[in-house]
């Protein structure tokens, strides 16, 4: 069974410019999950989806950061415009309704804000 | 406020030798517990899981961990540690209900050092 995928794993931008995330979580695995984790430090949750709704987007900064999970399978992450404070990297997550207490995690992408 | 603490922020063993990761939670109730690896450059990979029940629980590559709910802990414990070990160990709390149900709580994190 082929894990949780991220794209790209890395990321350069300069500061002001546009970026954007992607996530395919594992097959079947109906909840999905966008954590930031700042170096040194764990993840935080940023929005939790729920097939395609997205049910806790509380720690998203809305004025800058946007997730859609259209069709309820993959998902986007997009900050418009990346500040030097976004570098962190960016982890995404799934879990099934079957086993729906245990997050399965990806790669994350690595971004970096000049 | 709901919170989970790792106490030590880089831990240094030889290979062989035991190991005891510390972590510590403050939750209104018992909360569901986790420990999840990360090798550098790598996502977390799931070591192990409490939810309830016997309150030893084993896990992957050899690793165990303890809840013991007086002293609000869940350590996590390998009796022989090899190179490959080496590696940022993570202790998070899940919240299994409420409006922020699914949300986990992480530690800042323990660095584990094996030296040869």
């Known amino acids: 069974e082929a894990g949780v995928v991220q794209s790209p794993r890395y990321k350069i931008i300069e500061k002001k410019q546009p970026v954007a995330f992607w996530c395919n979580p594992i097959s079947g695995h109906n909840t999905l999950y966008w954590y930031l984790q700042n170096l040194g430090q764990g993840p935080e949750l940023l929005i939790r989806?729920?097939?395609?709704?997205?049910?806790?987007d509380s720690q998203l900064p809305k004025d800058r950061f946007s997730a859609e999970r259209l069709k309820g399978v993959d998902s986007t992450l997009k900050i418009q415009p990346a500040e030097l404070g976004d570098s962190a990297v960016y982890l995404c997550a799934s879990s099934s309704y079957r086993d729906p207490d245990t997050q399965y995690f990806g790669p994350g992408t690595r971004l970096t804000v000049l | 406020a709901q919170s989970v603490t790792q106490p030590d922020i880089h831990i240094t063993v030889s290979e062989g030798a035991s190991l005891e990761l510390r972590c510590n939670y403050s939750y209104g109730a018992t909360p569901y517990l986790f420990w999840y690896v990360q090798s550098p450059g790598q996502g977390l990979q799931l070591l192990l899981k409490?939810?309830?029940?016997?309150?030893l629980v084993q896990g992957i590559k050899g690793f165990e961990a303890e809840f013991k709910r007086s002293q609000s802990s869940f350590n996590l414990r390998k009796p022989s540690v090899h190179w490959s070990d080496a590696a940022e160990y993570f202790c998070?709390?899940?919240?299994?209900?409420?409006?922020?149900?699914?949300?986990?709580?992480f530690g800042q994190g323990t660095i584990l050092t094996v030296h040869p």
């Open positions: 998070a709390a899940l919240n299994a209900g409420g409006t922020s149900y699914g949300k986990l709580t």
């Open positions: 409490y939810f309830s029940g016997d309150t």
């Open positions: 989806y729920e097939n395609e709704e997205a049910v806790d």
